[in-house]
C-alpha cells in the first residue's frame, strides 16, 4: 500500500449518488496504482455500502465515530445515551427535528413536516419515526431538520462546543458532528491501523464537516465549491467538482 487517500462524498465525490466521470475514472486509476481509498463522510454505513461500494476500498461513516474496510471494524466510537438525551432535550425545546443514524436504522423526533424531508434522502425504510433513547443502542450521528434559517441558528447557538452543524446548501437539514469524535480522529486511526504514514495521507472536501479532515491528513485539498472555511486551511485548492475537480487534485500530487 502506497498512500491513502479520503474523499468526502456530497459536493466533493458525488452529487447524491452520482459520480462524475472523470472522478470515477480517476479512482480507478488511483486504485490500481497501489493506493486505498476511503470514504469519509456524515453519512450512515447502509447508505454507503449501498451507493458507494464500488468506489472505495474503506469507509469512514457518520462524520467519523465508525470505519471500516471489507468487514472489518476499524473504528467504533457510538454516542452515549447521555449525550443523545441531551441533544433531543436542547432540539425539543427549539421545534426543531433529528434524526438519530444508526448503522442500520434512523431514529426520527420532532415535527411531522422535518420527518418526510429527513426521510426522504435515505433509502426506503430507514427512518424509524421513534425518538424513545432505549431503542438507540448503537448510534453514531445525527441529521437535523429546522424549518427557517432562524431556527438553525438556534441548534447552533444551544448546542455550541457540543455540536457542529454541517448545513446542506439551500436543503432545510444539516448533518452534525458531536465534538471529541470527527473524521480528523477517524483518519488519523485508519492510517495507524494500517500502517500508513501520516504524510502519506490526502483528504480532499468540500463542507464544514470536512475541515478536521484535511487539517489531519498529510494533505488537505479543498474542492474549487468549497466552503471559504475550509479552502483557507487546505494545502491545494482543486477545480469545482463538475469541472473534474477530483482528477485535477489527484493529478496534482501526481497520484494518477
Known sequence: MNNLVFFD????LAIRTDVPASAEEALKVLRANGDKVFICTGRN???????FSAYADGFICSNGRMAFMGDEILY????SREQIVFIQDKLDEIGGGYQFNGATHGFYGGPEEGFKVLADVQF?????????????????????WFSSVEMRHQMEDALK??????????????????LGIDKGTALIHVAEKLGVPIENTYAFGDGV??????EAAGHGIAMGNA????????EYITTPILE?????????????
Request: glycine share 8%; with cysteine.
Open 9 to 12: 462524498i456530497d459536493g466533493t
Open 45 to 51: 454505513p447502509a447508505y454507503v455500502k449501498k451507493n
Open 76 to 79: 467504533n466510537h457510538p454516542l
Open 124 to 144: 426506503d425504510g430507514y427512518v424509524i419515526h421513534e425518538k424513545n433513547p432505549d431503542n438507540m443502542d448503537s448510534v453514531y450521528a445525527l441529521d437535523v
Open 161 to 178: 462546543g457540543i455540536c457542529l452543524l454541517n448545513p446542506h446548501g439551500p436543503h432545510p437539514s444539516a448533518d452534525v458532528t458531536v
Open 209 to 214: 464537516n470536512d475541515l478536521c479532515m484535511i
Open 227 to 234: 466552503v471559504d472555511a475550509l479552502k483557507e486551511k487546505a
Open 244 to 256: 473534474d475537480g477530483v482528477k485535477n487534485g489527484l493529478k496534482h500530487y501526481n497520484l494518477i
